[in-house]
T-cell receptor
Framework: DSGVTQTPKHLITATGQRVTLRCSPRSGDLSVYWYQQSLDQGLQFLIHYYNGEERAKGNILERFSAQQFPDLHSELNLSSLELGDSALYFC??????????????FGPGTRLTVL | EDQVTQSPEALRLQEGESSSLNCSYTVSGLRGLFWYRQDPGKGPEFLFTLYSAGEEKEKERLKATLTKKESFLHITAPKPEDSATYLCAVSDSNYQLIWGAGTKLIIKP
């Protein structure tokens, strides 16, 4: 158990809909990262938040957005969903904000299925 | 362009047959290199961090090494429970991680 929690574990929805994925980082970690992993694909970095502020953006679509709240939990919002958005979405946390090298610890993921 | 390449894409071994996985990188300002293990449908699990060429780290049957252009993950006398996808990630000068596509390791009993 990494100490990172993600909810829900599974999500099935229809095209055009909007969903919210939630992540709670490990106790004491200030950074949250979001990744997308499609079937048999590598990890695609989406976005990084540190202590409530956006630090870096990766290949995140305009239909996707995220935020980190004062209690450090984070939410990833996916809207106007398409079939191709079906994937595993992982959240990871680390102690630092990118000025010190720290390993990332991953949550169990949310499996999103868009029908 | 910064890049991380892992080889082979897949590797099938018999139980007890030792081998190595490769992670080669072209990154400016390397800060460090990470190895992770990922089981199907689960989040990656942290294994090692290597910071500089010549460094080595070990954990049970796994040993990670680092040179200036690549890293190897050596697996000695593997068991079926070592079957997983092994991911490599490199931290660039801005501390951003660049991920490889992974090596899927299958250990047959």
């Amino acid at each position: 158990d990494s100490g990172v929690t993600q909810t829900p574990k599974h999500l099935i929805t229809a095209t055009g809909q909007r969903v919210t994925l939630r992540c709670s980082p490990r106790s004491g970690d200030l950074s949250v990262y979001w990744y997308q992993q499609s079937l048999d694909q590598g990890l695609q970095f989406l976005i990084h938040y540190y202590n409530g502020e956006e630090r870096a953006k990766g290949n995140i679509l305009e239909r996707f957005s995220a935020q980190q709240f004062p209690d450090l939990h984070s939410e990833l919002n996916l809207s106007s969903l398409e079939l191709g958005d079906s994937a595993l979405y992982f959240c990871a946390s680390s102690a630092s904000g990118g000025l010190v090298l720290n390993e990332q610890f991953f949550g169990p993921g949310t499996r999103l299925t868009v029908l | 362009e910064d890049q991380v390449t892992q080889s082979p894409e897949a590797l099938r071994l018999q139980e007890g047959e030792s081998s190595s996985l490769n992670c080669s990188y072209t990154v400016s300002g390397l800060r460090g290199l990470f190895w992770y293990r990922q089981d199907p449908g689960k989040g990656p699990e942290f294994l090692f961090t290597l910071y500089s060429a010549g460094e080595e780290k070990e954990k049970e049957r796994l040993k990670a090494t680092l040179t200036k252009k690549e890293s190897f993950l050596h697996i000695t006398a593997p068991k079926p429970e070592d079957s997983a996808t092994y991911l490599c990630a490199v931290s660039d000068s801005n501390y951003q991680l660049i991920w490889g596509a992974g090596t899927k390791l299958i250990i047959k009993p």
